[in-house]
Structure formats: C-alpha cells, structure tokens
C-alpha cells in the first residue's frame, strides 16, 4: 500500500466521520430546540441511540489523530448530553426527613400483547417485590394465569379487553393492600386507574398506553392523550402516578404538555427501556413513570425481562419533604 493510497484512505474515513457525527449532532439540535413539530419531534426521541453514536464517533476520531474531527466531536457529545439531560437526569425531589424506610415501590411494565412467557413475567414480577404493579399490554395468555403473573397481589383493577390487530390487550393495576377502581377514562387513551393503600396512604394510580406516535398514527392523537391525562392529573388532590408505555421519551413534546399541562416529574430515563434488543444504555425510555410534586423518588431500575420487547420500570417513592419540583 502506497503512501498516497493510505492518505486517501484516511482522508475518505475522515470525510465519512464528519458526515456520521452529523446525525447525533441533528438529534441534539432536534431535542434542545424545543420545536413542537412532528418532524422534530421524532428525531427528539433519540437521545440515547444518539449519545452512543457521539461516543463512539469520538473514539473513531481518537484513532484517526485528527484534532479537528475529535474537538467536533466533544463538542457534539456535549450538546447530546444537554439534550439528553432533561429525561436522564430530573428532578428526585427531597425526601421528608423522617421518611426512612416508609415509602413504596412501584413496578410497570409493557409485556407485549403476543407474549406468551406467563413464567418470565411472574419470575420478573417476583423478583421486583414492588407494593403496585402496573401492567400494560396484558395478552391472553397472561390474563388466563393471571394469578400466577400476579402472585402475592389479590387486589387488582382492570380495563376492559381490547381487540387489535397487534393482539388483543388490557391493563392492570395490581397491589398487595386494598385498591379502588375508580373507572378512569380519558378519551381516546387506553388508561385504568385506581387508588391504592400504601404505607404513605392512598396514592392514585394510572397504567398507561398511549398511542404511537406519527408517522405511525394521526400526529395529533398523542397529543390529545396527554392532554386529556394532564386534565385528570391536575383534577386530583393528593398523590398521583402515572406509569406505563407513553411511546415517547419524557422530554420531548409528549413530555413537555405532561410537565406543563398536568404539573407531573417523570423518574429518570436511564438505561432505556425499548427495544430489548438494544442495550440498555443505548435505548430509548418510553416507558416511563410520571408523579407529582408531593412524592419525591427514591430509586429508579430496571427489572428483569418479561419476554417482552420493553424492559420493566422499577421505582420507590416516599413523601417529598416540600412541594417544589
């Protein structure tokens, strides 16, 4: 190999390494633009797929020598991280002083309507050892051994089964004290809610699903679920937590309309949640859990698979010690 050749040949990897480091750096200005459109909006939902590009274009540069592409590339790793920031890194609020162990957990997940492995679900379920469970996308197979999925939690409220093309599927929430049903419904939005005893008190409790977002479906039906989830949210004195797939990450638009509209915290969103054939750390949290100012969080995870293409959310929660965000 030539001199000339090799120089070619690294000019040709520099040329496609500047090209590459401008989808990450699309997605960061996506994401920290705030702009409301559909376009935007869907290259927003990429943070984490997109910080994982910006690291590894950085060490593609390293090994090229090349000063130019390396500062470029810090630079769009750090505008990645600013993007990525409001979703991975929120608010936890601040604990009551006396909360210690007084609090409660919380586990939601999607387990995918065509999902048939009844026993991951129960084995993830167990192992999680939450006060609630918040199940979306609950099949046929596990809503016939739902007793064995939910082992340990006879209290349980659900919505009604829905027949779709993707498999038919309902929600439910689950928990280990008494719950109520409290029949909740927002248009257009797969949604059950109750309110659940836990060692803090009654917390009222949402599993939900909302729709895809465009160009999968109308690109206004998302927006009309998380207004009308935002209506209810801000209707209810008291605690509220609202977990499930919401097919956004928290800091897009979706996010931004639940914040403002309903006064909701979502947990972090880091490692992600979807898909499981992703790493965690390079997925993309839509499944989220979302909760008001009066509950602070104390820890966020993830739990074992279910079989599903989603990873399980695990959370706990105590008292904050002050409303403030």
Known sequence: MTDRFRSHVRL???????????????IAGAALSGIGHRWVDILAQFTGPALIAAVGGLAAAGLLRSRILIGAAVVVCGLVLAAGAPQWAPSRGEAEAEAGSKGFSLYSANLHALNTDVEAMATSIAAADADVVVLIEV???PAAAIDQVLTGYPYRAANIRMDRPSGAARSIIASRRPLQDIGLVVPGLSVV????ETPIGPVTVAGVHMTRPWPYQIQWEQIRQAEGLSAWARSIAGPVIAAGDFNSVSSARIGRIIKQDGGLIPAPGWPGTWPTRLPAIAGITIDQVWRTPDLALVDRRLGLPTGSDHRPVITRFVRTASPAA
Do not use: S
């Open 193 to 196: 809610g109750a309110v659940v």
């Open 12 to 26: 040709a990897a520099r040329i496609i390494l500047a090209l590459a480091l401008t989808v990450p750096l699309g």
């Open 139 to 141: 099949g046929d197979a």
